[in-house]
């Protein structure tokens, strides 16, 4: 299986912050890479697809990039809707696998 | 707009069959390049996959999860079915359905229905 390993698994911001989160995998993924926004008790929400690809409605704060092994989604400044949990998900093996999640918290 | 229904029973008992179905509205459950899978949460914990399947009933499972996990799908109710056998406790879950977008199975969770928890106890 392909492990994918976030980092940090929490990270604590103020509104108007620039962040980034980092997701590794365990080998290269191409640019097979997709990003999640999950709230409590909501079901996870697909931001960003083929690395860098923004999903339709999504707003253009959040951007992917990376390639092979690396990648990073990055919130240009961030919004009080933004707080939340955030997944990266490998889709170059159909064995899918998950990153941990990272944890977007109010400083 | 595409909309995703689990449904099924909350709470199961120990050795028991986990038996949940999505209910695809808004969209046909029988177009290509659309997969349809299954992914799990235990409460405060990451997701995990657990299978997925197209429209022509060729699936694919978690080898984690292979023995006891059968995905099924009903084209003409739009519909597609997860059954987990021999659960424990460790199956406790929000159980998600969602479609997956690609290309030979290069697929991503574009859409996704609200969850179900199940609860696993003796």
């Known amino acids: 299986d392909i492990q994918m390993t976030q980092s940090p698994s929490t990270l604590s911001a103020s509104v108007g912050d620039r962040v980034t989160i980092t997701c590794r995998a365990s080998q290269s993924i191409s640019s097979w890479l997709a990003w999640y926004q999950q709230k409590p008790g909501k079901a996870p929400k697909l931001l960003i697809y083929?690395?860098?690809s923004l999903e339709s409605g999504v707003p253009s704060r959040f951007s992917g990039s990376g390639a092979g092994t690396e990648f990073t989604l990055t919130i240009s400044s961030l919004q009080p809707d933004d707080f939340a949990t955030y997944f990266c998900?490998?889709?170059?093996?159909?064995?899918?696998?998950f990153g941990q999640g990272t944890k977007l918290e109010m400083k | 707009q595409l909309q995703l229904q689990e449904s099924g029973p909350g709470l199961m008992k120990f050795s028991e069959t986990l038996s949940l179905t999505c209910s695809v509205s808004?969209?046909?459950?029988?177009?290509?390049?659309?997969?349809w899978g299954w992914i799990r949460q235990p409460p405060g914990k990451g997701l995990e996959w657990i299978g997925t399947?197209?429209?022509?009933?060729?699936?694919n499972y978690n080898p984690s999860l292979k023995s006891r996990v059968t995905i099924s799908v009903d084209t003409s109710k739009n519909q597609f079915s997860l059954k987990l056998s021999s659960v424990t406790a460790a199956d406790t879950a929000v159980y998600y359905c969602?479609?997956?977008?690609?290309?030979?199975?290069?697929?991503?969770?574009?859409?996704w229905g609200q969850g179900t928890l199940v609860t696993v106890s003796s």
């Open positions: 399947i197209d429209y022509r009933g060729n699936t």
């Open positions: 808004g969209g046909s459950i029988s177009r290509i390049n659309y997969y």
């Open positions: 998900q490998q889709y170059d093996s159909y064995l899918y696998t």
């Open positions: 083929r690395a860098s």
């Open positions: 969602a479609r997956l977008s690609g290309y030979d199975l290069r697929a991503r969770f574009d859409s």
